[in-house]
């Protein structure tokens, strides 16, 4: 076993180019195996239990080893493993899919245009906004405004569309057309302001964007209803009906990316129905397959879709994986789980509200200044001084300390700077929660008495 655990590692540093990594370093220390899952827990390969306090990436909603959708993807492989969705063909599991989203999706919002990930999801996006404005005969309407810090997926369009500097800085990004405005974050950038005014300020940063640009030049506004990889980031409440208001009064279309927020995560189908906004589209992936097989989406609504079908003519675009039969009967079957089951409401009404009540707790900590969080999010931001809050002279440092700490302890969080952030499974149980923040108080202990 030991052998063939650092025989696996050395294969890998010998062989595999991973994301998001400096593969040099990476190659040194050896990544992490993680061969194993079930329920809310890891198993890695030297046999170590790990609580999955990041459900994978954001997407494990249901959980690891559910036979069901072992079953489903069986069945399908057995049915019919691939056929495409171009030239006027399609699948049965494409169009159960389709019409179980717009079941579940806004009242106003009954298309899908399917992808195979979050990524592809944007970069859709950019093709449709800008093909919807070009049919009503506006192709100069076709700047897209997002903010700073935000993340939106990692291909050319998505990361342009992303507000993450390091990740222009490689490959020339921004591409063209594509604006960015502040983030909403009132704990890195607004704490001497009160939050709700502070809120409202950087909403109206949009209607000044929009105004210095000309509203002929404009074509939509793109934001996660909470930020994810930004560090769970959630906007004070001013902030989302102001959105509303100047996209309305604007006539800019609202894009409200749902590939994390969407399927639950924050005790709704969708961020959207959290806040209370009504988007244009909503990019979907992550929850929808519970990270089981790779596929998204961008639900379009009845306004969009119309113009699409009735003036837009042959749209250019997609994917050859654009509603995969397996994996569409993958989601499907996912879907059910969490409606047959009432996950929803789970997170609603029991498992985010005492998620969030333990979570607020770690506030207390002398090395935590905030501590936030919204259905099954959570945050903490750590700081060298809680009153007067003052940030550590190396954030990424400590973030990464008490990430690595968190995992000697059998819990994954995640550090994006020094904001520790967790995304748990949905069904997590409250004991479950117990351990996680048990282990997760237990590690900032650790860390304190080392650092504070
Ligand atoms: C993860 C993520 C994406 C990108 O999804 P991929 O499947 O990794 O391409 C896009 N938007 C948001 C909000 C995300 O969190």
Not at 32 to 59: F, H, P, T
Request: include cysteine.
């Amino acid at each position: 076993m030991e052998h063939s655990f650092s025989h696996m590692q050395h294969t890998d540093a010998a062989h595999h180019l991973h994301p998001f990594s400096d593969n040099g370093e990476l190659s040194r220390h050896g990544t992490r195996i993680i061969s194993r899952a079930k329920g809310v827990y890891l198993i890695d390969a030297e046999g170590n239990q790990l609580l999955d306090g990041m459900a994978g990436l954001w997407c494990v909603n249901i959980g690891y080893g559910r036979q069901e959708l072992i079953d489903a993807a069986i069945r399908q492989f057995h049915e019919l493993p691939y056929y495409n969705s171009f030239f006027q063909c399609t699948t049965p599991p494409a169009i159960e899919l389709a019409e179980m989203i717009s079941a579940l999706a806004p009242a106003h919002m009954n298309h899908v245009f399917f992808t195979g990930s979050g990524s592809e999801s944007n970069d859709t996006v950019v093709r449709m906004v800008r093909h919807y404005w070009a049919s009503l005969g506006y192709a100069g309407k076709n700047i897209i405004i997002s903010r700073h810090n935000a993340y939106h997926g990692s291909t050319m369009a998505g990361a342009s569309l992303g507000g993450m500097k390091p990740m222009h800085e490689q490959g020339g990004l921004p591409i063209p057309d594509i604006t960015h405005i502040d983030q909403p974050y009132w704990f890195g950038e607004g704490r001497d302001e009160d939050p709700q005014a502070f809120g409202l300020r950087i909403a109206q940063q949009l209607e000044e964007k929009i105004a210095e640009l000309g509203v002929d030049r404009v074509a939509a506004f793109i934001a996660e209803p909470i930020q994810g990889a930004g560090g769970v980031i959630i906007p004070p409440e001013s902030y989302w009906p102001e959105i509303q208001r100047i996209c309305d009064a604007n006539d800019i279309l609202l894009i409200s990316d749902e590939v994390i927020t969407g399927f639950g995560r924050l005790g709704h189908w969708f961020g959207a129905d959290y806040f209370g906004i009504t988007p244009d589209l909503m990019p979907i992936a992550k929850g929808l397959s519970s990270g089981y097989l790779p596929i998204g989406g961008v639900i379009v609504s009845d306004r969009v879709a119309d113009v699409l079908k009735n003036r837009g003519g042959e749209f250019n675009h997609g994917y050859t994986y654009s509603g995969h039969p397996v994996c569409a009967a993958v989601a499907a079957a996912n879907l059910r789980i969490l409606k047959e089951e009432k996950i929803i409401e789970y997170v609603r009404n029991e498992i985010g509200p005492y998620l969030q009540a333990e979570w607020s707790k770690l506030g207390d900590h002398p090395l935590v200044g905030e501590a936030r969080g919204a259905g099954m999010l959570g945050a903490l931001e750590l700081v060298a001084s809680k009153d007067p809050v003052r940030l550590f002279d190396d954030t990424d440092a400590i973030g990464r300390l008490t990430r690595d700490l968190a995992i000697e302890n059998g819990i994954v969080m995640r550090s994006v700077g020094s904001k520790m952030i967790i995304s748990p499974p949905l069904v997590i149980r409250q004991s479950e929660v117990d351990e996680l923040i048990r282990k997760a108080g237990a590690t900032l202990d650790a860390i304190a008495a080392r650092v504070l």
